[in-house]
Every structure is written in C-alpha cells, then in structure tokens.
C-alpha cells in the first residue's frame, strides 16, 4: 500500500513540476551526418553532401520551437558570414532531422549549423567541404 502511495505522489509531482515549467525541454544530444538515417557520424562532407543535423529532444511540449540556422563560414581564405538557410520547426519530444540540400556542389570551405530551443542558443556545430582538387597538369 506504501507503494502504491508513493507511486502516485511521484506522478502527481511529476505533473505539477511539469505544469509549472519546471520540467524544461531540452537537447539531449545533437550531431551532423552525413546520411539520412543518421548513422554516418560525421564533419567533413563530401561537395555533393546533402548536411544532416540529428536533435534529441527530451521533456518538450509539442509547441516547443526547434531552429537551425545553416552558414558558409569561409571558403577560398575569405571569411563570409552568409546564411544559407533557417528552418524552424515546432515538435514535441523525440529526435528531430534537419537537412540543408544544394542544386548544385558546395563551395570547399568552413560552414556552420546553429541550433536553438525555444530562442535560446543551444549548440553551434562547424564542419567543413573540402576545396575542389587542382589538375596540376591541366
């Protein structure tokens, strides 16, 4: 019966925490690949690379706001800042795919993919496309 009772009071703390905001969504873990099921771990990508960003997300509400915010950092030895694309997603708990795909090959260089919970800044992850190779001889 002790149980019982405990058991209960647990769960009903559990639901008033929770409905006070105690209880915070939050990233559970974050990582790029380089495929879409999220196994090829990884922060180099290939020039035709379609970027994956994988996002664990734990005691979120379905309202709560997911951001990536997609950069080309540098390339050619010049840095330039320019945003390729933000997507924003509203979800609950679980694991969120976002993905950045390009018409044609990326620019060889540094980019970056910032990630943000609810408007708050969680992770910024960096990673790189490798400059074209040169044809000495040509």
């Known amino acids: 019966m002790k149980k019982y009772f405990f058991i209960s009071g647990m769960m009903i703390l559990l639901v008033i925490l929770t409905a006070c905001g105690l209880v915070n969504a939050k990233v559970e873990r974050a990582y790029l690949a380089s495929d879409q099921n999220g196994a090829n771990r990884t922060d180099t990508f290939e020039r035709d690379s379609i970027f994956y960003l994988f996002v ?4 979120a509400d379905d309202d709560t ?11 050619g ?9 933000e997507t924003i997603i509203k979800t609950g708990s679980g694991t969120i795919t976002f993905s950045l795909d390009s018409d044609t090959d990326w620019q060889g260089g540094k980019y ?3 990630l943000y919970l609810n408007d708050e800044k969680q992770e910024t992850f960096t990673f790189t496309v490798p400059e074209p190779a040169t044809d000495v001889f040509g």
């Open 56 to 59: 664990e997300v734990k005691n």
């Open 65 to 75: 706001e997911l951001k990536a915010v997609w950069t080309l950092v540098e390339t």
């Open 77 to 85: 030895g010049e840095t330039l800042n320019t945003r390729l694309d």
């Open 112 to 114: 970056q993919v910032e």
